[in-house]
C-alpha cells in the first residue's frame, strides 16, 4: 500500500497518521524538530468545547484518539477587565486544559505514543518540503501571522482555576488568560495588533492579575508564539491536503485552533481510507463557522467598548454561556446578515487575511 507522507508531527499531522496507520497504509511522519510539540514550551491550552455540538472529549475518541495526556474539564471561567468581573459557571465542561510541548502528559506527546503504537513512523529532524507531502501539517504559514502570544508557564501551589482578562491595555484586541491545571500554570498576553507592544502588555497582565490574585509562581519559563489565520482556508494545493493552522484553520476571534487541526487531520484521512473529497468534506464542516468567528471578530473590534464590558454583560445574561458561544459560532441568523460588513471590516483592518 502506499506510503503516505506527512509534514508536521503536530496534532493535525497526528491525527490523520494515527487514522491511517489504523487503517493499514504505510505512514511517515516528518517532523523539523527534535521531539513532537517543540513548537511550544510547557503552555496549557484549552481545547474548547463550544465551536461544535457534543462533547471535544467525545469526539476526539470518535476521531480514533484516546485520552493519553492531561485533560482537565473546566466548567467555570472568571473574567475581568481590570474594573468588573464577571464569572461564568457553565453546565458542562467549558473546555478543557492540555499541556504543549514535548513534556510528559502534554497533548503532543499522548499522540506521539499512540502514532508509535500504531505503527506510524516518526523522522524526527527532519524537514520535508510541503510539495513532497501527501500531506501538509506544518503549522502556522509564515506570511498569515495575525496573532502574537507572549508568557510564562510555571509550576505551582495553586488551585486549579481559570482566568481571563479582557483589557486593551494588557491585550490590545485580544485577551490575557490565567490557567492552573494539576499544579501547573500558564499566564500569556495574546494580542492582535500592535505587536510591538507585548512585553508591555505581558508586564501589565501580570501587574493586573497580581492585583486580583495571590500568585505563586515558581520555575517560570518563557511560552508563546505566533498564530496564523486565513477567512478562506486552502484545503488542497497541488493535489497535496494541507490540515490544521497549515491550511489556514483558526478560530478568527481569539485563536483556538486545536480543535480544527484534529478534525481536519481527520478528515483528511478519512478522504484517503474512503476515497472521498477532502475539500468537500473540510468546505462542508469549517466554511459556516469560519464565517461565524470572521462576524465574531468584527463585533469584538466594533462593539469592544468599555473594555469589552457590553460584550461579557450580554454573555453573562444568556442562561446558559456555552450555549450562548455556541449559537455565536455556528453562523446564526444575526451572523449572516453581519457578514458581508464584517467581511468588508475585517479585510480593511487586516489586509491579507481574506487573501
Ligand atoms: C501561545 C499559543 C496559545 C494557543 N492557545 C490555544 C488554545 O488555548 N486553544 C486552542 O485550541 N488553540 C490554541 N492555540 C493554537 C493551536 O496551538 C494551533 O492551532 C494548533 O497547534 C495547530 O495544530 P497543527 O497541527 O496545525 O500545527 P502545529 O501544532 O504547529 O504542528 C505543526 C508541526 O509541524 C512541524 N513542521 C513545520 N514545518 C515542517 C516541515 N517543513 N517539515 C516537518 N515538520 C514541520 C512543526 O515543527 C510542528 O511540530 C495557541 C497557539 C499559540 C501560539
Not at 125 to 140: E, M, Y
Not at 200 to 214: I, V, Y
Request: positive net charge.
Amino acid at each position: 500500500m502506499k506510503n503516505i507522507r506527512i509534514a508536521g508531527s503536530g496534532p493535525a499531522g497526528m491525527t490523520a497518521a494515527i487514522n491511517l496507520a489504523r487503517a493499514g497504509y504505510a505512514v511517515t511522519v516528518y517532523e523539523k524538530h527534535r521531539d513532537s510539540g517543540q513548537r511550544f514550551h510547557g503552555d496549557i491550552q484549552g481545547l474548547e468545547n463550544w465551536s461544535v455540538a457534543g462533547d471535544i472529549v467525545e469526539q476526539l475518541e470518535e476521531m480514533g484518539l484516546a485520552i493519553n495526556f492531561h485533560c482537565q474539564p473546566f466548567s467555570e471561567l472568571k473574567v475581568t477587565n481590570g474594573e468588573r468581573d464577571w464569572h461564568f459557571s457553565c453546565k458542562k465542561p467549558a473546555f478543557y486544559l492540555v499541556k504543549r510541548g514535548d513534556i510528559p502528559g502534554s497533548l503532543d506527546q499522548g499522540l506521539k505514543h499512540q502514532a508509535e503504537a500504531a505503527g506510524v513512523t516518526i523522522r524526527y529532524t527532519t524537514q520535508l518540503a510541503a510539495k513532497r507531502a501527501d500531506i501538509v501539517a506544518t503549522g502556522p504559514r509564515p506570511h498569515h501571522i495575525f496573532a502574537i502570544a507572549r508568557g510564562i508557564a510555571f509550576t505551582t501551589t495553586m488551585a486549579d482555576q481559570a482566568h481571563g482578562l479582557v483589557n486593551d491595555d494588557a491585550a490590545f484586541k485580544g485577551y490575557s488568560y490565567l490557567l492552573v491545571s494539576g499544579g501547573y500554570g500558564c499566564m500569556c498576553t495574546v494580542l492582535f495588533d500592535r505587536f510591538g507592544e507585548i512585553n508591555r502588555c505581558q508586564a501589565a497582565t501580570e501587574a493586573l492579575f497580581r492585583e486580583r490574585l495571590d500568585l505563586d509562581i515558581r520555575d517560570p519559563r518563557p511560552v508563546g508564539g505566533l498564530g496564523s489565520f486565513a477567512a478562506s482556508p486552502v484545503y488542497c494545493r497541488e493535489r497535496r491536503l494541507r490540515v490544521g493552522e497549515a491550511a489556514g484553520l483558526q478560530d478568527l476571534l481569539w485563536g483556538f485552533g486545536m480543535r480544527s487541526a484534529i478534525t481536519s487531520g481527520y478528515l483528511a484521512a478519512r478522504s484517503i481510507i474512503d476515497h472521498t473529497d477532502y475539500e468537500a468534506a473540510a468546505h462542508g464542516f469549517f466554511d459556516r463557522r469560519l464565517q461565524a468567528s470572521l462576524v465574531n471578530r468584527y463585533l469584538w473590534e466594533r462593539f469592544g467598548r468599555d473594555n469589552y464590558a457590553r460584550l461579557m454583560d450580554r454573555i453573562a445574561a444568556a442562561p446558559d454561556a456555552l450555549e450562548f458561544l455556541h449559537s455565536f459560532h455556528n453562523l446564526n441568523l444575526l451572523q449572516r446578515l453581519l457578514h458581508p460588513l464584517a467581511r468588508r471590516f475585517v479585510g480593511r483592518r487586516y489586509p491579507g487575511l481574506l487573501a
